[in-house]
């Protein structure tokens, strides 16, 4: 039977491969949903704008397909001095 230890086992291909091909996944994950984030931040900081072209909240909501609620809630950030 073929034994080898924990260290030996990290420094072989096969580990050395699942490892590399882990934080690949990884990175692609994270830039993906940075990505997501920051495409729902632009549309946000779009709403006063849009407010002060006379566009209801759920004209807003529909045309950046975003959820009510996200564009009410960026309206009482941007209507509150304290939070900017």
């Known amino acids: 039977m073929l034994t080898i230890t924990e260290s030996e086992f990290k420094q072989s291909r ?5 490892e590399q091909e882990g934080r690949l996944e ?17 549309k946000l900081e779009t709403v006063p704008e849009l407010l002060k072209l006379g566009l209801s909240l759920e004209q807003i909501a529909q045309a950046l397909h975003l959820p009510i609620e996200e564009i009410e809630a960026a309206t009482q950030v941007t209507s509150n001095p304290e939070n900017l």
């Open 14 to 18: 096969l580990y050395q491969s699942i």
């Open 26 to 42: 990884g990175k692609q994950e994270g830039k993906l949903e940075g990505r997501r984030e920051g495409k729902r931040e632009g």
